[in-house]
Protein backbone atom coordinates (compact mmCIF):
# COMPACT_ATOMS: atom_id res chain seq x y z
CA UNK A 1 0.00 0.00 0.00
CA UNK A 2 2.95 2.03 0.79
CA UNK A 3 3.63 1.69 -3.17
CA UNK A 4 0.43 3.95 -3.80
CA UNK A 5 1.42 6.77 -1.31
CA UNK A 6 -0.33 5.29 1.68
CA UNK A 7 1.02 6.79 5.44
CA UNK A 8 0.97 4.86 8.56
CA UNK A 9 -1.65 7.29 9.83
CA UNK A 10 -3.43 6.23 6.75
CA UNK A 11 -3.69 2.47 7.68
CA UNK A 12 -4.44 3.46 11.33
CA UNK A 13 -7.00 5.49 10.60
CA UNK A 14 -8.37 2.57 8.13
CA UNK A 15 -8.15 -0.42 10.70
CA UNK A 16 -10.46 2.32 13.09
CA UNK A 17 -13.15 2.47 10.68
CA UNK A 18 -13.56 -0.80 10.14
CA UNK A 19 -13.75 -1.60 13.69
CA UNK A 20 -15.92 0.98 14.18
CA UNK A 21 -18.19 -0.48 11.17
CA UNK A 22 -18.08 -3.95 12.94
CA UNK A 23 -19.20 -2.27 16.27
CA UNK A 24 -21.94 -0.58 14.83
CA UNK A 25 -22.79 -3.80 12.94
CA UNK A 26 -23.43 -6.16 15.41
CA UNK A 27 -25.46 -3.50 17.73
CA UNK A 28 -27.81 -3.62 15.32
CA UNK A 29 -27.88 -6.92 14.87
CA UNK A 30 -27.73 -7.52 18.93
CA UNK A 31 -30.63 -4.61 19.45
CA UNK A 32 -32.74 -6.51 17.07
CA UNK A 33 -32.61 -10.05 18.59
CA UNK A 34 -33.23 -8.02 22.07
CA UNK A 35 -35.99 -7.47 20.33
CA UNK A 36 -36.88 -10.93 19.32
CA UNK A 37 -35.79 -12.41 21.97
CA UNK A 38 -37.82 -9.96 24.81
CA UNK A 39 -40.98 -11.03 21.67
CA UNK A 40 -40.16 -14.77 21.91
CA UNK A 41 -39.59 -15.30 25.90
CA UNK A 42 -42.16 -13.15 27.19
CA UNK A 43 -44.81 -13.52 24.23
CA UNK A 44 -44.54 -16.47 22.53
CA UNK A 45 -42.54 -18.81 24.81
CA UNK A 46 -40.02 -19.64 22.45
CA UNK A 47 -36.33 -20.20 22.50
CA UNK A 48 -34.88 -17.81 20.63
CA UNK A 49 -32.34 -20.20 18.96
CA UNK A 50 -35.71 -22.19 18.10
CA UNK A 51 -35.68 -22.64 13.99
CA UNK A 52 -39.00 -21.64 14.25
CA UNK A 53 -38.78 -18.37 15.34
CA UNK A 54 -38.82 -16.60 11.99
CA UNK A 55 -41.95 -18.05 11.15
CA UNK A 56 -43.33 -16.86 14.62
CA UNK A 57 -42.14 -13.98 14.15
CA UNK A 58 -43.39 -13.14 10.78
CA UNK A 59 -46.69 -14.54 12.48
CA UNK A 60 -46.72 -12.20 15.26
CA UNK A 61 -45.64 -8.81 12.81
CA UNK A 62 -49.25 -8.64 12.15
CA UNK A 63 -50.02 -7.67 15.79
CA UNK A 64 -48.10 -4.80 15.05
CA UNK A 65 -49.41 -3.98 11.81
CA UNK A 66 -52.89 -4.23 13.44
CA UNK A 67 -51.80 -2.05 16.27
CA UNK A 68 -50.16 0.66 14.29
CA UNK A 69 -53.65 0.46 11.95
CA UNK A 70 -56.15 0.06 14.82
CA UNK A 71 -57.57 4.21 13.90
CA UNK A 72 -57.72 3.10 10.27
CA UNK A 73 -61.68 3.14 9.79
CA UNK A 74 -63.53 0.76 7.56
CA UNK A 75 -64.67 2.95 4.92
CA UNK A 76 -68.29 2.75 4.22
CA UNK A 77 -68.82 0.31 7.06
CA UNK A 78 -71.61 1.30 9.61
CA UNK A 79 -71.21 1.52 12.96
CA UNK A 80 -67.37 2.75 12.30
CA UNK A 81 -66.12 5.61 15.18
CA UNK A 82 -68.55 3.94 17.64
CA UNK A 83 -71.95 5.90 15.90
CA UNK A 84 -75.41 4.16 16.15
CA UNK A 85 -76.25 2.16 13.74
CA UNK A 86 -80.17 2.66 12.42
CA UNK A 87 -82.00 -0.06 11.01
CA UNK A 88 -85.16 0.43 9.20
CA UNK A 89 -88.11 -1.56 7.45
CA UNK A 90 -87.68 -5.88 7.38
CA UNK A 91 -84.16 -5.91 9.07
CA UNK A 92 -85.39 -3.49 12.00
CA UNK A 93 -88.51 -6.28 12.00
CA UNK A 94 -85.91 -9.06 12.17
CA UNK A 95 -83.45 -7.19 15.15
CA UNK A 96 -87.03 -7.29 16.89
CA UNK A 97 -88.23 -10.68 16.70
CA UNK A 98 -84.64 -11.52 17.70
CA UNK A 99 -84.30 -9.50 20.56
CA UNK A 100 -85.56 -11.52 23.14
CA UNK A 101 -83.30 -14.48 22.50
CA UNK A 102 -79.93 -11.87 22.40
CA UNK A 103 -80.92 -9.80 24.48
CA UNK A 104 -79.54 -6.95 22.32
CA UNK A 105 -79.76 -6.16 18.38
CA UNK A 106 -78.12 -8.69 16.81
CA UNK A 107 -78.64 -7.50 13.38
CA UNK A 108 -77.54 -3.91 14.06
CA UNK A 109 -73.93 -6.29 15.47
CA UNK A 110 -73.44 -8.20 12.30
CA UNK A 111 -73.86 -5.31 10.26
CA UNK A 112 -70.72 -3.67 12.44
CA UNK A 113 -67.25 -4.37 11.39
CA UNK A 114 -65.90 -6.91 13.40
CA UNK A 115 -62.54 -4.65 14.18
CA UNK A 116 -64.80 -1.25 14.00
CA UNK A 117 -62.76 1.93 15.25
CA UNK A 118 -63.67 4.00 18.25
CA UNK A 119 -63.53 7.62 18.96
CA UNK A 120 -60.74 8.37 21.56
CA UNK A 121 -63.16 9.93 24.23
CA UNK A 122 -60.51 9.89 26.65
CA UNK A 123 -60.03 13.28 29.27
CA UNK A 124 -57.70 15.24 27.34
CA UNK A 125 -55.49 14.43 31.03
CA UNK A 126 -55.01 10.91 30.16
CA UNK A 127 -54.13 11.31 26.62
CA UNK A 128 -51.03 13.52 28.14
CA UNK A 129 -49.64 10.73 29.91
CA UNK A 130 -46.88 8.41 28.94
CA UNK A 131 -46.15 5.12 30.48
CA UNK A 132 -42.88 3.12 30.86
CA UNK A 133 -41.69 1.05 28.32
CA UNK A 134 -41.35 -1.61 31.17
CA UNK A 135 -44.66 -3.24 32.31
CA UNK A 136 -46.41 -6.50 33.68
CA UNK A 137 -48.14 -8.39 30.82
CA UNK A 138 -51.14 -8.79 30.63
CA UNK A 139 -53.28 -12.19 30.33
CA UNK A 140 -57.31 -11.05 29.21
CA UNK A 141 -59.75 -13.67 29.98
CA UNK A 142 -63.08 -13.19 28.66
CA UNK A 143 -65.65 -16.03 29.41
CA UNK A 144 -68.66 -16.88 27.28
CA UNK A 145 -71.65 -19.18 27.54
CA UNK A 146 -73.71 -18.70 24.22
CA UNK A 147 -72.51 -15.43 23.06
CA UNK A 148 -73.18 -14.14 19.72
CA UNK A 149 -70.67 -14.43 17.63
CA UNK A 150 -70.14 -11.15 16.49
CA UNK A 151 -70.33 -9.51 20.01
CA UNK A 152 -67.60 -11.84 21.24
CA UNK A 153 -65.27 -11.91 18.28
CA UNK A 154 -65.38 -7.98 18.21
CA UNK A 155 -64.91 -8.09 21.60
CA UNK A 156 -61.51 -10.18 20.88
CA UNK A 157 -60.73 -7.77 17.80
CA UNK A 158 -60.76 -4.59 20.14
CA UNK A 159 -58.65 -5.98 22.62
CA UNK A 160 -55.74 -7.19 20.28
CA UNK A 161 -56.27 -4.12 18.11
CA UNK A 162 -56.11 -1.65 21.04
CA UNK A 163 -53.49 -3.25 23.50
CA UNK A 164 -49.77 -2.43 22.66
CA UNK A 165 -48.55 -6.22 21.50
CA UNK A 166 -45.28 -5.95 24.38
CA UNK A 167 -47.61 -5.84 27.21
CA UNK A 168 -50.56 -8.88 25.66
CA UNK A 169 -48.77 -12.07 26.80
CA UNK A 170 -52.42 -13.40 25.95
CA UNK A 171 -56.12 -13.54 25.46
CA UNK A 172 -57.83 -16.88 27.13
CA UNK A 173 -61.42 -17.23 25.34
CA UNK A 174 -63.02 -19.38 28.21
CA UNK A 175 -65.57 -20.73 26.74
CA UNK A 176 -68.26 -21.94 29.24
CA UNK A 177 -69.70 -24.81 27.75
CA UNK A 178 -71.85 -23.27 24.81
CA UNK A 179 -74.09 -25.18 22.58
CA UNK A 180 -75.96 -22.81 20.45
CA UNK A 181 -75.35 -23.33 16.74
CA UNK A 182 -72.51 -21.47 15.74
CA UNK A 183 -70.30 -22.24 18.78
CA UNK A 184 -71.06 -25.47 19.00
CA UNK A 185 -68.92 -28.46 18.68
CA UNK A 186 -69.15 -31.86 17.71
CA UNK A 187 -65.73 -33.06 19.86
CA UNK A 188 -64.15 -30.10 19.31
CA UNK A 189 -65.28 -26.29 18.97
CA UNK A 190 -64.25 -26.19 14.83
CA UNK A 191 -65.43 -23.38 14.25
CA UNK A 192 -64.23 -20.99 17.21
CA UNK A 193 -60.32 -22.55 16.76
CA UNK A 194 -60.34 -22.19 13.11
CA UNK A 195 -61.43 -18.83 13.41
CA UNK A 196 -58.76 -17.98 15.95
CA UNK A 197 -55.77 -20.02 13.97
CA UNK A 198 -56.40 -17.89 10.87
CA UNK A 199 -56.83 -14.40 12.55
CA UNK A 200 -54.21 -14.69 15.29
CA UNK A 201 -51.65 -17.02 13.99
CA UNK A 202 -49.24 -16.56 16.57
CA UNK A 203 -51.33 -17.91 18.96
CA UNK A 204 -52.00 -14.85 20.99
CA UNK A 205 -55.74 -15.53 21.69
CA UNK A 206 -56.45 -19.29 23.23
CA UNK A 207 -59.22 -21.13 23.65
CA UNK A 208 -60.49 -23.16 26.72
CA UNK A 209 -63.45 -24.87 27.13
CA UNK A 210 -65.31 -26.46 30.26
CA UNK A 211 -66.30 -29.77 30.65
CA UNK A 212 -69.69 -28.41 31.79
CA UNK A 213 -72.07 -25.32 32.34
CA UNK A 214 -69.99 -23.84 35.25
CA UNK A 215 -71.99 -20.62 35.27
CA UNK A 216 -69.31 -17.18 35.15
CA UNK A 217 -67.55 -17.45 38.47
CA UNK A 218 -66.09 -20.79 38.47
CA UNK A 219 -65.70 -19.98 34.34
CA UNK A 220 -63.31 -17.08 35.40
CA UNK A 221 -61.82 -19.39 38.48
CA UNK A 222 -60.95 -22.16 35.09
CA UNK A 223 -59.82 -18.95 32.84
CA UNK A 224 -57.43 -17.71 35.32
CA UNK A 225 -55.72 -21.17 35.89
CA UNK A 226 -55.65 -20.80 32.41
CA UNK A 227 -53.55 -17.66 31.89
CA UNK A 228 -49.86 -16.77 32.69
CA UNK A 229 -49.19 -13.34 32.14
CA UNK A 230 -48.20 -10.67 35.25
CA UNK A 231 -51.82 -9.54 35.27
CA UNK A 232 -54.96 -10.73 34.38
CA UNK A 233 -57.72 -8.76 33.23
CA UNK A 234 -61.29 -10.42 33.00
CA UNK A 235 -63.86 -8.47 30.54
CA UNK A 236 -67.13 -9.85 29.45
CA UNK A 237 -68.07 -11.03 26.09
CA UNK A 238 -69.37 -8.11 24.60
CA UNK A 239 -67.36 -5.57 25.09
CA UNK A 240 -65.06 -2.99 23.12
CA UNK A 241 -61.99 -2.08 24.46
CA UNK A 242 -60.91 2.06 23.77
CA UNK A 243 -57.92 3.41 22.98
CA UNK A 244 -55.68 3.38 25.58
CA UNK A 245 -57.19 1.22 27.68
CA UNK A 246 -54.48 -1.59 28.69
CA UNK A 247 -51.66 0.43 30.16
CA UNK A 248 -53.27 2.73 33.18
CA UNK A 249 -54.61 -0.60 34.42
CA UNK A 250 -50.56 -2.61 34.15
CA UNK A 251 -48.68 0.91 35.25
CA UNK A 252 -50.93 1.44 38.65
CA UNK A 253 -51.05 -2.62 39.25
CA UNK A 254 -46.91 -2.26 38.85
CA UNK A 255 -47.67 0.81 41.54
CA UNK A 256 -49.82 -1.24 43.76
CA UNK A 257 -50.03 -4.69 43.26
CA UNK A 258 -53.13 -5.57 45.61
CA UNK A 259 -54.98 -2.51 44.08
CA UNK A 260 -57.40 -4.34 41.94
CA UNK A 261 -58.70 -1.78 39.20
CA UNK A 262 -61.51 -1.43 36.96
CA UNK A 263 -61.60 0.66 33.93
CA UNK A 264 -64.39 3.09 33.34
CA UNK A 265 -67.49 1.26 31.68
CA UNK A 266 -68.27 3.13 28.75
CA UNK A 267 -72.21 2.01 27.62
CA UNK A 268 -72.61 0.61 24.32
CA UNK A 269 -76.38 0.79 23.41
CA UNK A 270 -78.20 -2.70 23.54
CA UNK A 271 -80.04 -1.48 20.45
CA UNK A 272 -78.06 0.71 18.40
CA UNK A 273 -74.39 -0.44 19.52
CA UNK A 274 -73.81 3.60 20.08
CA UNK A 275 -70.41 3.46 22.28
CA UNK A 276 -71.11 6.56 24.31
CA UNK A 277 -69.21 8.07 27.00
CA UNK A 278 -70.24 6.84 30.26
CA UNK A 279 -69.78 10.44 31.72
CA UNK A 280 -69.81 11.78 35.00
CA UNK A 281 -67.55 10.17 37.85
CA UNK A 282 -69.35 7.13 39.71
CA UNK A 283 -68.37 4.70 41.97
CA UNK A 284 -69.94 1.38 42.59
CA UNK A 285 -72.28 1.23 45.40
CA UNK A 286 -74.79 -1.76 47.20
CA UNK A 287 -78.00 -2.30 48.52
CA UNK A 288 -78.54 -4.45 51.65
CA UNK A 289 -80.76 -6.68 49.45
CA UNK A 290 -76.96 -7.03 47.72
CA UNK A 291 -77.67 -5.86 44.41
CA UNK A 292 -74.51 -3.58 42.72
CA UNK A 293 -75.49 0.09 42.61
CA UNK A 294 -73.69 3.18 40.94
CA UNK A 295 -73.02 6.40 43.03
CA UNK A 296 -71.84 9.43 42.63
CA UNK A 297 -68.55 9.87 43.50
CA UNK A 298 -68.20 11.16 47.15
CA UNK A 299 -66.61 14.27 47.97
CA UNK A 300 -63.72 13.10 49.68
CA UNK A 301 -62.33 11.77 47.11
CA UNK A 302 -62.73 14.21 44.22
CA UNK A 303 -60.95 16.45 46.58
CA UNK A 304 -58.39 13.89 47.21
CA UNK A 305 -57.53 13.48 43.62
CA UNK A 306 -55.12 15.83 41.89
CA UNK A 307 -56.07 15.03 37.88
CA UNK A 308 -58.32 13.58 36.03
CA UNK A 309 -56.41 10.89 35.51
CA UNK A 310 -56.12 10.34 38.97
CA UNK A 311 -57.68 6.72 40.27
CA UNK A 312 -60.60 6.49 42.09
CA UNK A 313 -61.80 4.66 45.18
CA UNK A 314 -64.75 2.61 44.94
CA UNK A 315 -66.24 0.84 47.57
CA UNK A 316 -67.63 -1.68 45.32
CA UNK A 317 -67.44 -3.13 41.45
CA UNK A 318 -70.25 -4.32 38.51
CA UNK A 319 -68.22 -7.26 38.55
CA UNK A 320 -67.17 -8.24 35.16
CA UNK A 321 -64.27 -5.65 34.24
CA UNK A 322 -61.69 -5.71 35.99
CA UNK A 323 -57.85 -6.55 36.52
CA UNK A 324 -55.47 -7.71 39.44
CA UNK A 325 -51.98 -9.21 39.50
CA UNK A 326 -52.77 -12.44 38.88
CA UNK A 327 -50.69 -13.93 42.24
CA UNK A 328 -52.40 -11.63 44.38
CA UNK A 329 -55.74 -12.45 42.74
CA UNK A 330 -55.10 -16.30 44.10
CA UNK A 331 -53.48 -14.86 47.56
CA UNK A 332 -56.54 -13.12 48.72
CA UNK A 333 -58.76 -16.06 47.42
CA UNK A 334 -59.66 -15.99 43.90
CA UNK A 335 -63.57 -16.24 43.79
CA UNK A 336 -66.04 -18.71 45.84
CA UNK A 337 -65.96 -21.84 43.79
CA UNK A 338 -69.25 -22.30 45.55
CA UNK A 339 -70.96 -19.73 43.38
CA UNK A 340 -73.63 -20.58 40.63
CA UNK A 341 -73.86 -18.82 37.27
CA UNK A 342 -74.76 -15.64 37.64
CA UNK A 343 -74.84 -13.06 40.53
CA UNK A 344 -73.36 -12.02 43.91
CA UNK A 345 -69.78 -12.32 43.36
CA UNK A 346 -68.98 -9.19 42.00
CA UNK A 347 -70.10 -7.70 46.19
CA UNK A 348 -68.04 -10.85 46.88
CA UNK A 349 -64.69 -10.04 45.67
CA UNK A 350 -65.13 -6.12 46.38
CA UNK A 351 -65.91 -6.10 50.43
CA UNK A 352 -63.25 -8.98 50.41
CA UNK A 353 -60.47 -7.18 48.79
CA UNK A 354 -61.21 -4.00 51.13
CA UNK A 355 -61.41 -6.40 54.15
CA UNK A 356 -58.19 -8.61 53.63
CA UNK A 357 -55.83 -4.95 53.18
CA UNK A 358 -56.69 -4.42 49.15
CA UNK A 359 -58.15 -1.70 47.23
CA UNK A 360 -60.48 -1.32 44.66
CA UNK A 361 -60.05 1.44 42.47
CA UNK A 362 -61.59 2.88 39.23
CA UNK A 363 -58.83 3.66 36.59
CA UNK A 364 -60.76 7.06 34.30
CA UNK A 365 -58.12 6.78 31.55
CA UNK A 366 -59.04 2.83 30.98
CA UNK A 367 -62.08 3.29 29.50
CA UNK A 368 -64.17 -0.19 27.94
CA UNK A 369 -67.44 0.04 26.29
CA UNK A 370 -70.06 -3.09 27.55
CA UNK A 371 -73.22 -3.92 26.17
CA UNK A 372 -75.82 -3.53 28.75
CA UNK A 373 -78.33 -5.95 28.15
CA UNK A 374 -81.69 -6.18 30.49
CA UNK A 375 -82.24 -9.79 30.21
CA UNK A 376 -80.34 -12.94 30.33
CA UNK A 377 -79.63 -14.31 26.92
CA UNK A 378 -79.01 -18.54 28.57
CA UNK A 379 -81.05 -20.56 30.79
CA UNK A 380 -80.41 -20.84 34.76
CA UNK A 381 -80.13 -24.52 35.48
CA UNK A 382 -82.61 -25.54 37.44
CA UNK A 383 -84.54 -22.25 37.30
CA UNK A 384 -82.42 -21.50 40.74
CA UNK A 385 -82.43 -17.91 42.10
CA UNK A 386 -78.44 -18.28 42.08
CA UNK A 387 -77.43 -14.18 42.76
CA UNK A 388 -80.08 -14.61 45.85
CA UNK A 389 -77.99 -18.15 46.72
CA UNK A 390 -74.68 -16.82 45.89
CA UNK A 391 -75.83 -13.24 48.05
CA UNK A 392 -76.30 -15.39 50.92
CA UNK A 393 -73.15 -17.08 50.84
CA UNK A 394 -71.38 -14.00 50.91
CA UNK A 395 -73.61 -12.36 53.48
CA UNK A 396 -72.79 -15.32 55.75
CA UNK A 397 -69.15 -15.42 55.23
CA UNK A 398 -67.96 -11.25 55.23
CA UNK A 399 -71.22 -9.62 56.53
CA UNK A 400 -71.03 -10.37 60.42
CA UNK A 401 -74.27 -9.37 62.67
CA UNK A 402 -75.14 -7.05 59.14
CA UNK A 403 -76.07 -9.68 57.43
CA UNK A 404 -79.33 -9.00 59.26
CA UNK A 405 -80.31 -6.50 56.64
CA UNK A 406 -79.52 -8.92 54.09
CA UNK A 407 -82.18 -10.93 55.00
CA UNK A 408 -84.74 -8.34 56.34
CA UNK A 409 -85.21 -7.27 52.34
CA UNK A 410 -84.63 -11.52 52.10
CA UNK A 411 -86.60 -13.09 54.23
CA UNK A 412 -87.11 -16.54 52.60
CA UNK A 413 -83.52 -17.16 52.14
CA UNK A 414 -83.02 -17.46 55.62
CA UNK A 415 -83.82 -21.31 55.72
CA UNK A 416 -82.41 -21.77 52.10
CA UNK A 417 -79.31 -24.23 51.84
CA UNK A 418 -76.58 -22.03 50.13
CA UNK A 419 -73.76 -25.10 50.78
CA UNK A 420 -70.49 -25.55 52.64
CA UNK A 421 -69.05 -22.31 53.26
CA UNK A 422 -66.09 -23.56 55.55
CA UNK A 423 -63.24 -22.67 53.66
CA UNK A 424 -64.23 -19.30 52.79
CA UNK A 425 -64.70 -18.53 56.57
CA UNK A 426 -61.21 -20.48 56.55
CA UNK A 427 -59.99 -18.21 53.98
CA UNK A 428 -61.50 -15.09 56.09
CA UNK A 429 -59.49 -16.30 59.18
CA UNK A 430 -56.29 -17.46 57.38
CA UNK A 431 -55.64 -13.67 55.36
CA UNK A 432 -56.47 -11.59 59.18
CA UNK A 433 -59.05 -9.93 57.37
CA UNK A 434 -60.94 -7.10 58.96
CA UNK A 435 -64.59 -6.67 59.88
CA UNK A 436 -67.46 -5.55 57.79
CA UNK A 437 -68.53 -3.19 60.41
CA UNK A 438 -64.23 -1.44 59.64
CA UNK A 439 -65.32 -1.50 56.01
CA UNK A 440 -68.55 0.01 56.74
CA UNK A 441 -67.00 3.18 58.85
CA UNK A 442 -63.53 3.40 56.93
CA UNK A 443 -64.28 2.40 53.32
CA UNK A 444 -68.47 3.12 52.81
CA UNK A 445 -69.04 6.18 55.84
CA UNK A 446 -72.17 7.01 53.20
CA UNK A 447 -73.55 4.16 53.17
CA UNK A 448 -77.23 4.53 55.34
CA UNK A 449 -77.69 1.84 58.10
CA UNK A 450 -81.37 1.77 58.84
CA UNK A 451 -81.32 0.57 62.42
CA UNK A 452 -78.16 2.25 63.49
CA UNK A 453 -77.68 5.45 64.83
CA UNK A 454 -81.38 6.55 64.51
CA UNK A 455 -84.22 7.84 66.66
CA UNK A 456 -86.33 4.91 65.19
CA UNK A 457 -86.90 2.10 62.69
CA UNK A 458 -89.71 -0.26 61.89
CA UNK A 459 -93.42 0.30 60.66
CA UNK A 460 -95.16 3.64 61.26
CA UNK A 461 -98.48 2.39 61.50
CA UNK A 462 -101.71 3.91 61.94
CA UNK A 463 -103.01 1.89 65.04
CA UNK A 464 -106.79 3.43 64.32
CA UNK A 465 -106.97 1.89 60.80
CA UNK A 466 -103.90 -0.81 61.22
CA UNK A 467 -102.37 1.15 57.79
CA UNK A 468 -98.83 1.25 57.90
CA UNK A 469 -97.05 3.06 54.89
CA UNK A 470 -95.65 1.12 52.51
CA UNK A 471 -94.00 1.24 49.19
CA UNK A 472 -95.98 -1.24 47.80
CA UNK A 473 -92.67 -2.79 46.06
CA UNK A 474 -92.33 -0.16 43.63
CA UNK A 475 -89.07 0.74 41.92
CA UNK A 476 -87.35 3.39 44.07
CA UNK A 477 -85.05 4.74 41.07
CA UNK A 478 -88.57 6.15 40.12
CA UNK A 479 -90.07 9.14 41.90
CA UNK A 480 -94.07 7.60 43.30
CA UNK A 481 -96.49 9.06 45.99
CA UNK A 482 -96.09 7.12 48.99
CA UNK A 483 -99.42 5.19 49.89
CA UNK A 484 -100.70 2.93 52.96
CA UNK A 485 -101.53 -0.64 53.27
CA UNK A 486 -102.38 -2.97 55.66
CA UNK A 487 -99.42 -3.50 58.20
CA UNK A 488 -97.80 -6.99 57.88
CA UNK A 489 -96.30 -6.73 61.35
CA UNK A 490 -92.60 -5.70 59.84
CA UNK A 491 -92.14 -8.78 57.70
CA UNK A 492 -91.92 -7.23 54.35
CA UNK A 493 -89.25 -4.73 54.19
CA UNK A 494 -91.56 -2.50 51.98
CA UNK A 495 -93.04 -0.98 54.97
CA UNK A 496 -89.68 -0.55 56.95
CA UNK A 497 -88.74 2.82 57.75
CA UNK A 498 -85.90 5.06 59.38
CA UNK A 499 -86.33 8.28 61.27
CA UNK A 500 -82.81 9.72 61.34
CA UNK A 501 -81.12 11.76 63.44
CA UNK A 502 -81.13 14.35 60.99
CA UNK A 503 -85.14 14.34 60.63
CA UNK A 504 -85.22 12.63 57.70
CA UNK A 505 -88.04 10.04 57.02
CA UNK A 506 -86.30 7.56 54.52
CA UNK A 507 -85.57 4.01 53.19
CA UNK A 508 -82.66 2.84 52.38
CA UNK A 509 -81.56 5.86 49.40
CA UNK A 510 -84.91 7.75 49.28
CA UNK A 511 -86.42 9.98 51.72
CA UNK A 512 -90.11 11.28 51.95
CA UNK A 513 -90.58 14.53 50.90
CA UNK A 514 -93.64 16.97 50.15
CA UNK A 515 -94.62 20.16 48.73
CA UNK A 516 -96.88 20.40 51.54
CA UNK A 517 -100.11 22.53 50.47
CA UNK A 518 -103.43 21.55 51.46
CA UNK A 519 -104.14 17.29 51.47
CA UNK A 520 -100.69 17.17 49.89
CA UNK A 521 -99.68 13.44 49.11
CA UNK A 522 -95.72 12.77 49.74
CA UNK A 523 -93.35 11.20 47.12
CA UNK A 524 -90.45 8.95 48.11
CA UNK A 525 -87.26 10.80 46.57
CA UNK A 526 -83.40 10.26 46.33
CA UNK A 527 -82.08 11.25 49.61
CA UNK A 528 -79.61 13.89 48.88
CA UNK A 529 -75.72 12.15 49.70
CA UNK A 530 -73.43 14.28 51.80
CA UNK A 531 -75.31 17.73 51.03
CA UNK A 532 -77.38 19.14 53.34
CA UNK A 533 -80.92 18.01 53.52
CA UNK A 534 -83.73 20.40 51.63
CA UNK A 535 -86.27 21.63 54.61
CA UNK A 536 -89.59 20.01 52.53
CA UNK A 537 -87.80 16.65 53.16
CA UNK A 538 -87.65 17.00 56.90
CA UNK A 539 -89.80 15.76 59.61
CA UNK A 540 -90.91 15.58 63.02
CA UNK A 541 -92.45 13.02 65.54
CA UNK A 542 -94.52 14.47 68.61
CA UNK A 543 -94.09 11.68 70.57
CA UNK A 544 -96.95 13.57 73.20
CA UNK A 545 -99.37 13.58 69.92
CA UNK A 546 -97.74 11.03 67.88
CA UNK A 547 -97.99 13.58 65.21
CA UNK A 548 -95.22 13.50 62.60
CA UNK A 549 -95.04 16.50 61.37
CA UNK A 550 -93.95 18.08 57.53
CA UNK A 551 -91.44 20.80 58.78
CA UNK A 552 -91.53 22.96 56.26
CA UNK A 553 -95.90 23.33 56.28
CA UNK A 554 -96.32 22.11 60.02
CA UNK A 555 -99.42 20.00 58.36
CA UNK A 556 -99.84 16.37 59.59
CA UNK A 557 -99.31 13.23 58.34
CA UNK A 558 -103.05 11.46 57.88
CA UNK A 559 -104.72 8.02 56.94
CA UNK A 560 -108.11 9.24 57.32
CA UNK A 561 -110.35 7.96 54.74
CA UNK A 562 -107.57 5.43 52.63
CA UNK A 563 -107.83 2.26 51.68
CA UNK A 564 -105.05 -0.33 50.66
CA UNK A 565 -102.64 1.53 48.17
CA UNK A 566 -104.20 4.98 48.68
CA UNK A 567 -101.65 7.79 49.05
CA UNK A 568 -101.49 8.74 52.46
CA UNK A 569 -101.66 12.65 52.78
CA UNK A 570 -100.63 15.68 55.08
CA UNK A 571 -103.51 17.70 56.46
CA UNK A 572 -104.06 20.64 59.45
CA UNK A 573 -102.64 18.97 62.32
CA UNK A 574 -105.95 17.82 64.99
CA UNK A 575 -106.64 15.46 67.56
CA UNK A 576 -107.88 12.53 65.13
CA UNK A 577 -106.87 9.17 65.30
CA UNK A 578 -106.39 8.74 61.98
CA UNK A 579 -103.15 11.07 62.97
CA UNK A 580 -101.70 8.91 65.70
CA UNK A 581 -98.59 7.05 64.36
CA UNK A 582 -96.65 4.82 65.95
CA UNK A 583 -93.00 3.97 64.91
CA UNK A 584 -92.28 0.17 65.96
CA UNK A 585 -89.94 -2.61 64.64
CA UNK A 586 -91.86 -5.21 63.93
O1 LIG B 1 -73.29 -19.42 33.08
C1 LIG B 1 -72.73 -18.45 32.61
N1 LIG B 1 -71.47 -18.58 32.11
C2 LIG B 1 -70.78 -17.53 31.56
O2 LIG B 1 -69.65 -17.70 31.12
C3 LIG B 1 -73.33 -17.16 32.57
C4 LIG B 1 -72.63 -16.11 32.02
N2 LIG B 1 -71.39 -16.29 31.50
C5 LIG B 1 -70.65 -15.16 30.93
C6 LIG B 1 -71.41 -14.32 29.93
O3 LIG B 1 -71.33 -14.85 28.63
C7 LIG B 1 -70.73 -12.97 30.08
O4 LIG B 1 -69.57 -12.86 29.31
O5 LIG B 1 -70.39 -14.27 32.01
C8 LIG B 1 -70.33 -12.95 31.55
C9 LIG B 1 -71.24 -12.06 32.39
O6 LIG B 1 -72.59 -12.34 32.16
P1 LIG B 1 -73.63 -11.19 31.75
O7 LIG B 1 -73.05 -10.35 30.71
O8 LIG B 1 -74.93 -11.84 31.47
O9 LIG B 1 -73.69 -10.39 33.11
P2 LIG B 1 -74.13 -8.83 33.31
O10 LIG B 1 -73.30 -7.97 32.46
O11 LIG B 1 -75.58 -8.76 33.17
O12 LIG B 1 -73.78 -8.68 34.86
C10 LIG B 1 -72.80 -8.07 35.70
O13 LIG B 1 -72.92 -8.76 36.95
C11 LIG B 1 -72.58 -10.12 36.92
C12 LIG B 1 -72.82 -10.64 38.30
O14 LIG B 1 -72.60 -11.98 38.40
C13 LIG B 1 -71.15 -10.32 36.45
O15 LIG B 1 -70.22 -9.85 37.38
C14 LIG B 1 -70.98 -9.61 35.11
O16 LIG B 1 -69.65 -9.75 34.69
C15 LIG B 1 -71.34 -8.17 35.29
N3 LIG B 1 -71.10 -7.33 34.15
C16 LIG B 1 -70.44 -6.14 34.34
O17 LIG B 1 -69.92 -5.81 35.36
C17 LIG B 1 -70.42 -5.22 33.15
C18 LIG B 1 -70.93 -3.89 33.57
C19 LIG B 1 -72.35 -4.00 33.96
C20 LIG B 1 -72.75 -3.17 35.06
C21 LIG B 1 -73.16 -2.51 35.96
MN1 LIG C 1 -72.35 -8.35 30.57
Known sequence: ??????????????????????????SVLDDNQAGDSQLDNAELGFNKRDSANGLIMKKAA??????ANRDKENVGSPGERGVAVQLTGKDKALADSLFKKEAFNIIASNRIALNRTLKDIRDPACKKLTYPKELPSASVVIIFHNEAWSALMRTVHSVVNRSPPDHLHEVILLDDFSDREELQC???????????KKEWPDGVVKYVRTKKRSGLIRARIAGAEAATGDVLIFLDSHCEAAEGWLEPLLNRIKEKRSAILCPMIDVIDDNTLFYSLNGGEAVGGFTWSLHFTWHQTFDREMSRRKSMADYIRSPTMAGGLFAADRKYFWEIGGYDPGMDVWGGENLEISFRVWMCGGSLEFIPCSRVGHIFRSSHPYTFPGNKDTHGINSKRLAEVWMDEYKRLFYMHRHELLTVDAGDMSERVELRNRLGCKSFKWYLDNVYPEKFIPDENVQSHGMVRNPSTNLCLDTLGKDEKTVFDLAVYPCQGGKSSSEVFSFSHKGELRREETCLMSYGGDEATISLQQCPVGKQIPSNMLWEYDKESKHIIHKDSRKCMDADNLSASQPVRLRICGTQDTQKWEIESG
Open 62 to 67: YRYDRY
Open 186 to 196: AEECERVKEYI
Open 1 to 26: LRRYGWTNTHLIGCVIIIIVLYKVWY
